[in-house]
């Protein structure tokens, strides 16, 4: 079998306080911010000296997932994703890099604050600044929330497992088969490589499913697709999920 290398892709080059960013900063005042950036843009040392120097206090931590600190994951997306809770504790939140999957992981990560504070984007290529706030995951969650009322009242409930190292959780899946059929539910596990949500429809007799692989599957996919379909983390309590949603 070859073997496997991982490579960072680090951008090589500097990452700077631009002078639109600075002008931001000024102008909305926080008093500190909670740090988070893709993998290509984490040599952020002298940026945040910059930061620190116009009076604003950086906040990082590690998210559980990741090997670096300041690092975030598309599946980053709960409250206890992270060491510390810089996202409360912090007035505004920047994150370093472009397009939307991580930073809305932030979003989803409050999923349950009735408060959601937005996320900056700041992109150090383009000098870029976007804005993304509750209404960038208002769909998501209103489906994922209808999703736990179908879950709730089904019972025939399939489990979706994949084999992909790091996303495997077969045990997870048994665990919470024996569980729903304590309920006097039927449940049956669906093992495949990668999950392709769109063969949902192939099985009819299925009232809702369960998915235990990447956590974006079950709050980005849903939109896409009629059959209601929870995550693992929700599937234990799914009442106590639905009414930290409400």
């Known amino acids: 079998m070859p073997e496997l290398f991982l490579i960072d892709a680090k951008w ?21 911010i909670a740090l988070f950036a893709s993998i290509q843009f984490l040599n952020l040392d002298d940026f945040i000296k910059e930061i620190e120097n116009i009076g604003i206090k950086v906040n990082t931590t590690k998210a559980k ?9 598309g599946c980053d997306c709960y409250e206890d994703s992270f060491k510390d809770s810089i996202i409360k504790n912090s007035d505004l939140i920047l994150y370093i890099g472009d397009g939307l999957f991580h930073p809305k992981a932030i979003l989803l990560s409050q999923s349950k604050q009735k408060n959601l504070k937005s996320v900056i984007i700041f992109d150090p290529i383009s000098d870029k600044i976007e804005i993304i706030n509750r209404k960038s ?10 999703n736990l009322k179908f879950f709730i009242n089904s019972n025939v409930i399939g489990i979706l497992v994949t084999i992909k190292p790091g996303q495997q959780y077969f045990l997870a899946a048994k665990k919470l088969k024996q569980n729903l059929e304590e309920q006097g539910k039927k449940a049956y596990i669906f093992i495949e490589d990668t999950i392709n949500i769109n063969n949902l429809e192939n099985y009819p007799f299925i009232q809702a499913w369960v998915n235990t692989a990447c956590p974006r599957i079950g709050t980005d996919d849903i939109v896409n697709i009629k059959q209601p379909l929870i995550n693992l983390k929700e599937a234990f309590d799914p009442i106590k999920a639905l009414e930290e949603l409400e």
């Not at 990452?15 to 926080?30: A, M, Q, R, V």
């Not at 995951?137 to 209808?146: P, W």
């Open 65 to 73: 997932r990741t090997n670096e600190k300041l690092q975030i994951l």
């Open 137 to 146: 995951i208002e769909k998501q969650l209103q489906k994922y929330k209808r």
């Open 12 to 32: 090589e080059g500097e990452i700077k306080l631009t002078d639109k960013l600075k002008s931001f900063l000024k102008k909305n005042n926080p008093k500190s």
